[in-house]
């Protein structure tokens, strides 16, 4: 079974509205002293489950990966090599923002064996980047991303829409303008509010009003046209590629393959194994120092909830999930997976597809993903 890694970088360069502030950059940082640890604690996630496969993909995620010393990237990808080997075509994505001060560190990025950048552009409108508290404009943005294109095998851009009061038409000319770039992937986002966060104080004191579901959803369906008509089709409920593009890593989460997490707050799934690290960069150092790794929790999945999870994740895809395959997996009945006479309705209404053992959810259905989960998958499944 294909497996991938997952790097964890806590820093960012400052508060943004919609993170939880909880791990922004420190005035010192000792890179030495976070090399030895992310590096001890990928040799005890190996040691915890070695296995034959290869990695096929690793992941630069968190604060600002991007601004990671290349140095210690290199030195983690080498480590990890010698680890677990690598697989010929070895996806190595790194996350950034469409900084300058970030971009100029790209090219000894590209050097160090990062292959594929997914840029936080998130609008192409300067007053939606500072409503969204970026620290980038536009023009800046831009110039990453070219730069990024002539350095790296492969691009992907975020973008948020269904911001407040925004239009059908404001959309279409920003998503044509960022379809205009060429990028070979597109994570295109509504925007939501999260708890404890900047954007939800501000609905609270009136400040904004999100906008409406029905606004909403035709934003949503216009960005699948328009992605469709342009060669990058969605491939899941957020994600868009041109075939053959999609993003290796994070279909490894959306088919519920093993994944490997290390550094601050990473979460894997190896073995049937969730893990948990330290979030806080003080308490993993501290927790890698006392038992040579920074994992806070290690739980052991059961069969049932493995399935659930999997079919919570797996049905976020246009390709959807193979029940027969599922109940093989995991041993559990192919009719307790989902809710038959749900689904038939589902079905019937055009917002679920079914062909053989396969089904999953319709583009109509998309935008009402969380609550046809709730519909589909049984509650005595995920209560397990």
């Known amino acids: 079974m294909a497996r991938s890694l997952y790097i964890h970088w ?25 090399e ?30 991007s601004l990671m010393p290349p140095a210690l990237v290199a030195s983690l990808l080498s480590e990890a090599e010698r680890l677990w080997g690598f697989s010929d075509d070895i ?31 998130q609008s192409l409108r300067d ?5 969204l508290g970026r620290l980038h404009g536009v023009d800046e943005a831009l110039r990453a991303v070219e730069l990024a294109q002539d350095l790296f095998d492969r691009v992907s851009i975020d973008l948020i829409y269904a ?24 994570s295109l986002y509504q925007l939501t509010i999260e708890p404890t966060t900047r954007f939800a ?15 909403a959803a035709d934003l949503f369906a216009l960005t699948r046209e328009m992605t469709a008509a342009a060669g990058l089709p969605a491939y899941e409920i957020s994600n868009h590629a041109r075939p053959g593009e999609e993003s290796r890593h994070n279909l490894t989460y959306w088919r519920y393959r093993d994944y490997h997490g290390i550094g601050p707050g990473a979460h894997g799934r190896r073995g049937g194994v969730a893990t948990t690290r330290h979030k806080k960069p003080e308490n993993f150092l501290a927790a890698v120092e006392a038992q040579g790794d920074g994992i806070a929790e290690h739980r052991v999945l059961g069969l049932r909830e493995q399935a659930s999870e999997a079919l919570l994740m797996g049905l976020r895809l246009e390709e959807g999930v193979d029940l027969g395959a599922m109940a093989q997996r995991f041993g559990v009945p192919q009719v307790g997976l989902v809710d038959s006479s749900k689904l038939a309705l589902y079905r ?20 009402l993903l969380d609550a046809l989960l709730g519909e589909l998958v049984p509650a005595e499944l995920v209560s397990q």
């Open 10 to 34: 806590p820093f960012c360069l400052a508060k943004c509205p919609y993170c939880d502030f909880n791990s922004h950059v420190r005035e010192r940082t000792d890179m030495g002293a976070w």
């Open 36 to 65: 030895a640890a992310l590096l001890a604690d990928m040799r005890a996630e190996h040691a915890a489950n070695k296995g034959e496969e290869n990695l096929v993909s690793i992941f630069f995620g968190g604060g600002t990966p």
């Open 91 to 121: 996806e190595i994505t790194l996350e950034g923002n469409p900084s300058s001060v970030e971009a100029a560190n790209f090219a000894d990025l590209a050097s160090a064996g990062i292959n594929r950048v997914s840029l936080g552009v």
């Open 127 to 131: 007053e939606a980047l500072r409503f």
């Open 163 to 186: 911001r407040p009061d925004q239009t059908e038409d404001e959309w279409r000319q920003e998503l044509a303008q960022a379809l205009a770039l060429g990028t070979s992937h597109m």
């Open 201 to 215: 104080t501000d609905v609270r004191r009136g400040v904004f009003d999100p906008l409406a579901d029905d606004p």
């Open 348 to 367: 019937d209404l055009g917002l679920a597809w079914a062909d053989g053992e396969r089904i999953g959810v319709t583009g109509a259905g998309m935008p």
